[in-house]
Structures are given as C-alpha cells and as structure tokens.
C-alpha cells in the first residue's frame, strides 16, 4: 500500500508516463502486488483518511507524508527576524508542531499491525534563488522524520538520495515518470521484493 501524498499520486504530473504506482506493479513479481492510496496534496492531517482505506489483505505501508506541511512552513525562508537566534526559535516551534502530528499519524498507521515504512522529503528542483535555504528548511523536517522513524523502529526510504538530478522531477516538487521508476524501485528494495543492486566491482591490484 501506498499511502501520502503525490510523491506517489504523481499520475497528473508525468506528461503521459507511467506513475509510481504503474512503475511498481510492472517491476513487482508476482503474487506481489501494489496499491495506491496517496492522495495528492495530502498532509499528515489527512493520512487517517487513507488509513481507513487499507485492505484487511495488505502486507506493507509505504508512506511519503510531510512534504506539503514543509511547504505549508515556506514562509519561514523569508520571515523577517532580528537575529539568527530568532530564526532558530521560529523554525524549531514549526518543526517541533509538525513532528507532533506526524508521530500521531504514524502511531495511527502502526496500529494497523502491518509492516510499516515511511519517507524522507526529498530536496525537489527548485530554483538557485531558493533552493540552498529551502534544504536546510527541509533537512529540520526530515530530523522530525527520522527521528520518529528510529524511535518507532520502522523503516525508512530516504528519497534525497534516490530523485538527485533534474530529470528526476516533473516540476519543483512532483517526481516525473523517470522519478517515480527510481522511488518504485527503491520501494521493492526495500520490502524485499525486488534484489538489491549488485555492488560495484572492485579493482585489485
């Protein structure tokens, strides 16, 4: 099951090409199966929602949430302040709120009794002007991320090191179909249901 928001309810952004969904049906060997249940433009508020939509019959939840509370918190990156001090105060009451309800509605998918993952927020392509301070931004939320993830015992797909170059993305934010064939891959890597890439040779001498 995939469960968040359009890192996986992509279909409307890859101009035609298969979406993350279609990507990890195609690579996924039988009796495996996926399903989607991501809705674009979700935030952590509303991932009970989909929660509510898991088949008694799922074995994994992937879930990618959080992106569009980050982008909810973007006017951090112009918010007038006095002093760094300041920043940091204004950016750590922000990040603090939203690790709260993302670890409430990551406890509401774990008491599903299912084997859970969730993911990173991956850095996007956004443009020279923003995109160094917009990392930083993001590197506090995916703190939050991580953190519940290792406190919970889950597992974690960290996607700013699956989407890296530009082709990767359809616009700022939403993977393209080149995007989503790298995030369904990782995907069945990591539920075991896809080998995980051979190692690169080594050279002796």
Known sequence: MLLGDSIFDNRRYTAGEPDVVTHLQRLLPAPWRATLA?????????????????????SHLVIS???NDAVQNSDLLT??????????????????????????AIEGALKLGYRTAVCTVYNGALG??????ARVG?????????????????DVLELRHVCTEPADYA??????????????????????ALPAPAPPAQLWT
């Open 38 to 58: 991501a809705v674009d433009g979700a935030t952590t508020a509303r991932l009970a929602e989909q929660l509510a939509r898991v088949p008694a019959d799922a």
């Open 65 to 67: 949430i959080g992106g």
């Open 79 to 104: 918010l007038r302040v006095a002093s760094s001090a300041e920043a940091l105060q204004a950016c750590g009451e922000r990040v603090l709120a939203f690790e709260r309800r993302y670890r409430q």
């Open 128 to 133: 020279a002007d923003v995109a160094a301070a």
């Open 138 to 154: 993001l590197t506090l939320f995916n703190d939050a991320i991580l953190r519940t993830a290792a406190d919970l015992r889950i």
């Open 171 to 192: 616009n700022p934010i939403e993977p393209s179909g080149r995007g989503g064939l790298k995030i369904a891959a990782a995907i069945g890597r990591m539920v075991g």
